[in-house]
């Protein structure tokens, strides 16, 4: 797996668009010290490699009623990365991570219904070759979510 090769430039930029993405190009170049041109060509070098993109992050309270469920899923750990990938392609799931520590890998699932839920946890991860255990938590209120560590939105 190839790094991404991002200078000190690159970050401050980032730095930026992360407090407030809606900064002109024109605002950062003279905060930066550079030129307009230099500004929109990083920020589209960066998008086009998928490690930026602009989006409007809503509330899980906004609109859909969705629910966010956190699968902790036991499974092998020579199969971790396959079974990872496995559950990334199912819908409901908007982050998969793989961890170390109780569980192998933590899913991040956006549901209406508990039934959803369910066929999602019992029917198809659990019984993807080398899962052992699944845990579901459901969250009944969010204190903080901050968008900035992980964006988890339903795929609309």
């Known amino acids: 797996m190839m790094h991404p090769q991002i200078d000190e430039l690159d970050r401050q930029l980032i730095d930026i668009l992360s407090h407030d993405a809606r900064v002109s190009n024109r605002k950062i170049a ?4 550079v030129t307009e041109g230099t500004v929109r ?8 490699e ?5 989006t409007a992050i809503t509330s899980f309270e906004l609109g859909n009623q969705s629910r966010l ?3 902790g899923v036991q499974a092998d750990v020579v199969k971790a990365r396959a079974i990872a990938e496995q559950i990334s392609q199912l819908p409901m799931c908007n982050a998969v991570m793989l961890m170390m520590g109780r569980f192998t890998i933590l899913a991040f699932c956006l549901f209406h219904e508990l039934d959803q839920l369910h066929q999602i946890a019992s029917d198809q991860i659990l019984a993807i070759d080398g899962v052992h255990h699944v845990e579901t938590s459901i969250a009944v209120r969010t204190v903080k979510y901050n968008a900035r560590v992980v964006r ?4 609309h």
């Open 50 to 54: 998928n490690l930026i993109a602009f």
């Open 69 to 71: 469920a956190i699968i």
């Open 30 to 33: 003279a905060d930066l010290g």
């Open 152 to 155: 988890i939105t339903a795929d």
């Open 41 to 48: 060509g990083r920020i589209r070098r960066l998008q086009n």
